[in-house]
């Protein structure tokens, strides 16, 4: 098993021991070529490294891990009814070990870090990331420096600096912050970990993981859509690459279509396909999604070719429906989702309302982020009752909310 490093624009190609993040020759993306066969690949897919035939690492054995992956498949036939779709399903991200997917490029990117001996680490994030990041720097040991934009909620930023991270806010957007991150990496020959394939090739590898684990969890045919939700876009990029992955290795036919999510606040890569136009910079993001609110998606273009070789589609949803949508996934299926995570679902709600997704259709809903980061959200005070602690007062109470 062994890998190597191409670059997708002049094709040029190196070994798995070069230490790069970008073609040195053309500046553009890299991609990874693997010697692979299908049996070197689990048909009941566990945790993320058991794909490691897959992962561009030379050391898998020495992966910094913390358990992520293998998340659940949850059928969900109350919200499939609410939705008026045949079948639903929900791959469960906010499984993972800081409450998001992120932790599966984090695991890929530090290890690789590692092995590459970088001296530190870097990372620009507007909620997720850098958690994550921070999070498998601590375990590797390496020093992990996070750059969030000015506005980012403290329970985000507070999560990393409790991995140790030395966090700094920067005015300006999470874009302003990756070209920073970008600076520090030059500067100091850190590892650059943000989720842009330009300045991390890796994490689109470890993206493709949910893909490989959803087609090990499907029985048969393929379901006929995967709903997503796109900020910078490497996440739906990352998981059509584990599509075609699997049928160039034979394990499905067909895959599912995809549908990509993004909110009306911000809604760069949604208005590109919609118009037949180039992508471009979204002017003031304003989204409950926080973490989708990417002025410009750097994986765009990947994005877009994802939708055109899937027969996919775009939808961009309201701040409302992404609000009404996240507590209906949590009071009818049990899983709480930050409105980011919940935004495969609204989507889904959206495009049967445009009549792209058939009443039909069998549907899986990636919920990316845990509801615990914006659990403020959830509930409301007035709905609270303060009792006095006696049998008579409780069991009254337990009369009034039948
Ligand atoms: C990062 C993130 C996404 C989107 O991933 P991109 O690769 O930026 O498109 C979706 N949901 C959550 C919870 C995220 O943190």
């Known amino acids: 098993m062994s890998f190597r490093l191409a670059c997708y624009r002049c ?12 073609c040195p020759k053309c500046e553009g993306r890299l991609s990874f070529e693997y010697s ?33 992956g293998g998340t659940p498949f949850l059928p969900a036939p109350k919200l499939a009814g609410w939705l008026g779709v045949d079948r639903l399903f929900l ?33 620009a994030s507007d909620g997720n990331t850098g958690p994550a990041t921070a999070a498998y720097s601590a375990r590797a040991g390496l020093r992990c420096v996070l750059l969030m934009p000015g506005a980012t909620p403290p329970f985000r930023y507070r999560q990393a600096q409790a991995f140790g991270a030395s966090v700094a806010l920067v005015s300006g957007t999470v874009n302003d912050c990756i070209d ?30 949910i893909a490989w684990e959803m087609v090990s969890a499907w029985d048969g045919e393929a379901p006929d859509w995967v709903a997503v ?28 279509r ?38 410009y998606p750097l994986d765009g273009d990947l994005v877009l070719q994802a939708l055109e070789e899937s027969d996919g589609s ?13 507590r209906r996934l949590a009071e009818l299926e049990g899983v709480l989702a930050e409105p980011t995570g919940a935004a495969s679902v609204a989507g889904v709600l959206e ?31 007035g709905a609270l009752k303060a009792l006095p602690n006696r049998r008579e007062a409780i069991l009254e109470w337990l009369e009034a909310i039948r």
């Open 11 to 22: 094709n040029e190609r190196w070994g798995a021991e070069a230490p790069l993040y970008r």
């Open 36 to 68: 692979a066969a299908s049996s070197d690949v689990p048909a009941d897919g566990g945790r993320m490294w058991e794909y490691r035939a897959l992962l561009p690492v030379m050391h898998p054995e020495r992966a910094v891990t913390l358990g992520e």
């Open 91 to 123: 791959k469960d991200e906010t499984r993972n070990p800081t409450g998001t997917y992120k932790d599966r490029p984090a695991s890929l990117a530090v290890t690789r870090a590692l092995e590459l001996n970088a001296p530190g680490i870097v990372v």
């Open 180 to 209: 920073r991150a970008a600076e520090i990496a030059e500067a100091a020959g850190y590892h650059h970990t943000t989720t842009a394939t330009i300045h991390n090739p890796y994490q689109m590898e470890a993206a493709k993981t």
């Open 229 to 256: 939700p796109v900020g910078g876009g490497g996440l739906l990029a990352g998981i059509w690459r584990g599509f075609r992955e699997a049928m160039d290795l034979g394990r499905i036919r067909k895959a599912p």
């Open 258 to 295: 995809l549908l990509a999510v993004q909110a009306e606040g911000c809604a760069p890569l949604v208005t590109a396909f919609r118009d037949g136009t180039a992508i471009s910079v979204w002017g003031a993001p304003s989204t409950v999604a926080l973490t989708i609110g990417v002025p």
């Open 314 to 326: 775009a939808v961009a949803v309201t701040d409302s429906s992404l609000t009404l949508v996240t």
């Open 351 to 381: 495009a049967r309302r445009q009549g792209l997704v058939e009443e039909t259709a069998a549907v899986i809903a990636v919920i990316t982020g845990t509801g615990m980061k914006t659990i403020e959200l959830f509930g409301a005070d």
